[in-house]
């Protein structure tokens, strides 16, 4: 297969996470329970068959970010069910912004101005999509953009850590290491949780965690042996024109110009942030994909 188009397919199938969000109609935690168990079950049956493997849970630092992650995805899936999913996809990219500050109180890099610059553009833009109505903290979609944000926040955390250590595991490590938690936390919390999904939901949901966690991953590592780390980073946005295309197709919603222009400012500055010429740092490209 042409490895642009294995990133191409790999983002629109991350992008249709918003619209499995609705038509699931499940509870976060069991939307969690999911995508984080099913992909932990088949690698783990997969390192299984690996003869004489045995796979590390001693990295604490791995198994941390392991733990945050597990906390981040209900907070996710939670802000697809309270705000449009246009809202929610861009506010997910507020990320590089929140990784930015992080890295320079956590890790003690600079950040030049042109950094900064990008960190009141993404600012800006998260005030102009919330200026399109007056918020009320009893309103489903300041509860759902604010769980996105924190998402986004613990996401940006989990995105530095594994940049520090994931390069000593493989692609299939990672994930496993990325999942593990969330797997061990939900399975109980899945089978107290009440109302159970029916069996098509069951069916469904387990079909989604295998399309995004293991499919979307296996095509997009695939590309990234064969082409150019920043070509794939660019063609990974279009996660967003998928949701987008998924949202005004099935959910009919609408584009207003608060998100148009307030996602344009979070996306360029984005995009910018995650590149980072000025130091020869760059995060990895699939830091960028939160599913």
């Known amino acids: 297969m042409n490895p642009y188009l294995s990133v191409i397919l790999?983002?629109?199938?991350?992008?249709?996470?918003?619209?499995?969000?609705?038509?699931?109609?499940?509870?976060?935690?069991s939307l969690s329970f999911f995508r984080l168990a099913v992909p932990t079950l088949v690698l783990g049956i997969y390192f299984g068959f690996q003869r004489g493997y045995r796979f590390n849970f001693r990295d604490r630092t791995m198994l941390l970010t392991s733990l945050l992650n597990a906390v981040r995805v209900p907070l996710?899936?939670?802000?697809?069910?309270?705000?449009?999913?246009?809202?929610?996809?861009?506010l997910t990219y507020t990320w590089p912004v929140f990784a930015t500050i992080l890295s320079s109180l956590l890790f003690k890099?600079?950040?030049t101005r042109r950094d900064l610059a990008m960190v009141f553009l993404a600012f800006t833009g998260t005030v102009i999509i919330s200026s399109s109505r007056d918020l009320q903290f009893t309103?489903?979609?300041?509860?759902?953009?604010?769980?996105?944000?924190?998402?986004?926040?613990?996401?940006?955390?989990?995105?530095?850590l594994f940049k520090k250590?994931?390069?000593?595991?493989?692609?299939?490590?990672t994930i496993m290491y990325q999942n593990f938690a969330g797997a061990v936390i939900y399975t109980p919390v899945f089978f107290f949780t009440n109302p159970k999904p029916a069996l098509w939901q069951v069916g469904t949901a387990t079909i989604y965690a295998i399309l995004i966690g293991l499919v979307a991953f296996?095509?997009?590592?695939?590309?990234?042996?064969?082409?150019?780390?920043?070509?794939?980073?660019?063609l990974a946005y279009m996660e967003i024109i998928s949701a987008l295309i998924f949202a005004i197709s099935f959910f009919h919603e609408h584009l207003t110009w608060?998100?148009?222009?307030?996602?344009?400012?979070?996306?360029?500055?984005?995009?910018?942030?995650?590149?980072?010429?000025?130091?020869?740092?760059k995060i990895s490209p699939e830091s960028n994909l939160q599913v």
Do not use: Q
């Not at 250590?165 to 490590?173: G, I, K, L, R």
């Not at 296996?218 to 660019?234: D, E, R, T």
């Not at 608060?258 to 740092?281: D, H, Y």
């Open 258 to 281: 608060n998100l148009i222009v307030g996602g344009l400012f979070i996306l360029s500055s984005a995009f910018t942030l995650s590149r980072k010429p000025e130091s020869g740092k």
């Open 218 to 234: 296996g095509l997009f590592f695939f590309a990234l042996k064969k082409i150019k780390s920043s070509h794939a980073a660019i």
């Open 76 to 90: 996710y899936y939670l802000g697809f069910m309270y705000c449009s999913i246009g809202t929610a996809v861009i």
């Open 139 to 160: 309103d489903r979609s300041t509860i759902g953009m604010g769980a996105l944000i924190v998402s986004s926040l613990l996401y940006s955390l989990t995105v530095l």
């Open 10 to 29: 790999a983002a629109l199938i991350w992008g249709s996470s918003g619209a499995f969000v609705r038509i699931l109609g499940i509870p976060s935690t």
């Open 165 to 173: 250590h994931a390069s000593a595991y493989t692609p299939a490590e």
């Open 109 to 111: 890099e600079k950040n």
